[in-house]
T-cell receptor, first 111, second 110 residues
Framework: KAGVTQTPRYLIKTRGQQVTLSCSPISGHRSVSWYQQTPGQGLQFLFEYFSETQRNKGNFPGRFSGRQFSNSRSEMNVSTLELGDSALYLC??????????FGPGTRLTVT | KNEVEQSPQNLTAQEGEFITINCSYSVGISALHWLQQHPGGGIVSLFMLSSGKKKHGRLIATINIQEKHSSLHITASHPRDSAVYICAAHSGGGADGLTFGKGTHLIIQP
């Protein structure tokens, strides 16, 4: 069974731009969660989608948004990028509230 | 909001030693996860547990719900166990998703 895939793996953007990251879950998994990892704050929960509906949301500004499609693929968008948005963005899929399987991450650098 | 604390932050040990990493949380949870992260960022889920004890190979995870505490043990440690180990609490039913500890950076020297 193929694992969780994320694209792109690396991305460099400039302040003020917007970015869209993509996550394809394991086949059959309907839950996709997104996380941000920075050296200062560690891992933080962004949001969770289940069957195209946002089920949970972390404490991030409205510039961070996401969506899930009918095939369970998910995208997250960050608008008006700031230097502090530089991070590793991870997504994870699961069957529901079960064990999560993480993707390799997208490393975003904002200059 | 759940607070998750891990100890120690850094641990260096010799190959073959028995390793223990601790995790405590402040609010009742539905599940606790132990994750392993190697250099480069990839995260692997090691255990998800809500009670008792689980074992997989040389790894053992325990949880004490009453004391809000979990431990990850590695028996007969090996240099390939060198990684960052992260515990994460899932409160369940709320709006918080997973709350993560800061991680334990483990180095096993040959």
């Amino acid at each position: 069974k193929a694992g969780v895939t994320q694209t792109p793996r690396y991305l460099i953007k400039t302040r003020g731009q917007q970015v869209t990251l993509s996550c394809s879950p394991i086949s059959g998994h309907r839950s996709v969660s997104w996380y941000q990892q920075t050296p200062g704050q560690g891992l933080q929960f962004l949001f969770e989608y289940f069957s195209e509906t946002q089920r949970n949301k972390g404490n991030f500004p409205g510039r961070f948004s996401g969506r899930q499609f009918s095939n369970s693929r998910s995208e997250m968008n960050v608008s008006t990028l700031e230097l502090g948005d530089s991070a590793l963005y991870l997504c994870a899929s699961s069957l529901g509230s079960a064990e999560q399987y993480f993707g390799p991450g997208t490393r975003l650098t904002v200059t | 909001k759940n607070e998750v604390e891990q100890s120690p932050q850094n641990l260096t040990a010799q190959e073959g030693e028995f390793i223990t990493i601790n995790c405590s949380y402040s609010v009742g949870i539905s599940a606790l996860h132990w994750l392993q992260q190697h250099p480069g960022g990839g995260i692997v889920s090691l255990f998800m547990l809500s009670s008792g004890k689980k074992k997989h190979g040389r790894l053992i995870a325990t949880i004490n719900i009453q004391e809000k505490h979990s431990s990850l043990h590695i028996t007969a440690s090996h240099p390939r166990d060198s990684a960052v180990y992260i515990c994460a609490a899932h409160s369940g039913g709320g709006a918080d998703g997973l709350t993560f500890g800061k991680g334990t950076h483990l180095i096993i020297q040959p």
